[in-house]
């Protein structure tokens, strides 16, 4: 009988600086940016208003980041939208957030998004 071993090793133990010279990393990531750019997906919590100076509007967006990556982590992007719209309009702000009860959370997350 014949055994395997396989050795755990990590794909890369280097950072980028590390395997590429400081010319092409500056390459690499602009490239990239670049196709961001003209590839990114409109998803409404990249969405900014007008005024990015009001940090009230700053706390809003970070709010509605971290809803999303919450949401995110449980299903797909598509199913996430619409329900992200709905949550950031009964729930626009952590203030707002802070002040529902518990079970009307828990029937939003759990039954709603489908967990």
Known sequence: MTSVVWSHKPLLEEDI???????????????????????????????????????????????GVWVSEIMLQQTRVQTVIEYYNRWMKKWPTIHHLSQASLEILMVDVYVKVAY
């Open 17 to 63: 600086e590390d395997l590429f010279s400081e010319k092409k990393v500056k390459q690499i990531r602009v490239s990239l940016l670049e196709w961001y750019d003209e590839n990114q997906r409109e998803l409404p919590w990249r969405q900014r208003s007008g005024s990015e100076s009001d940090g009230g509007e700053e706390e809003k967006r970070a709010y």
